[in-house]
């Protein structure tokens, strides 16, 4: 069974850093491009990051580029999302998502998220 | 960036309805059209994918259907585990993917 769980959120200050981990399992991490999406409270989703199954490409949206950065440790089944300079819109809900094995760029398992909340 | 309207953003309906979602790209994005279903506290789960194909494992009472900027999630009647937030997301350009407001579907 697929499984993806998020870890590392938390209550953090404005400028403060976080780094999130998902763990992931039952599958073949190596193999899969991986994503970060995240969801502000009474927002809808939004597209964090994408890291390619060997981590050679790396994109960020534009409201994290220069802040965050995305990695993997296909040694250790993992993902994950170093958060810099943090800010007050960046409080949501952070799940990781895999992208599903195809040329179609779809996510077909998620984690359950974990909460960051940036506030002083 | 290509935005996603959802239309409604909430509705209210009864266990056997059929429901309706409508997602709105700002321009054609051909079948690049994704749904998920979301419920508080849960993982999203893929519903549909290439606008019309359905996840394996969903139940059949979930179509898609559309092409270019106009597409339809329907459930042909809801079951009481049907209550939950449906998302559409556009992966027409990559990495530049998005996602529309969502449509709560709530009990009547």
């Known amino acids: 069974e697929v499984q993806l769980v998020e870890s590392g959120g938390g209550l953090v200050q404005p400028g403060g850093s976080l780094r999130l981990s998902c763990a992931a399992s039952?599958?073949?991490?190596?193999?899969?491009?991986m994503n970060w999406v995240r969801q502000a409270p009474g927002k809808g989703l939004e597209w964090v990051s994408y890291i390619s199954s060997s981590g050679s490409t790396i994109y960020y949206g534009d409201s994290v580029k220069g802040r965050f950065t995305i990695s993997r440790d296909n040694a250790k089944n993992s993902l994950y999302l170093q958060m810099n300079s943090l800010r007050a819109e960046d409080t949501a809900v952070y799940y990781c998502?895999?992208?599903?094995?195809?040329?179609?760029?779809?996510?077909?398992?998620w984690g359950q998220g974990t909460l960051v909340t940036v506030s002083s | 960036d290509i935005q996603m309207t959802q239309s409604p953003s909430s509705l209210s309906a009864s266990v056997g309805d059929r429901v309706t979602i409508t997602c709105r790209a700002s321009?054609?994005?051909?079948?690049?059209l994704n749904w998920y279903q979301h419920k508080p506290g849960k993982a999203p789960k893929l519903l549909i994918y290439a606008a019309s194909s359905l996840q394996s494992g969903v139940p059949s009472r979930f179509s898609g259907s559309g092409s270019g900027t106009d597409f339809t999630l329907t459930i042909s009647s809801l079951h009481p585990e049907d209550f939950a937030t449906y998302f559409c997301?556009?992966?027409?350009?990559?990495?530049?993917?998005?996602f529309g407001g969502g449509t709560k579907v709530e009990i009547k």
């Open positions: 997301q556009q992966s027409y350009v990559f990495p530049l993917l998005t």
């Open positions: 321009q054609s994005i051909s079948t690049y």
């Open positions: 039952g599958f073949t991490f190596s193999s899969y491009e």
């Open positions: 998502a895999r992208r599903a094995y195809t040329i179609l760029h779809y996510f077909d398992y």
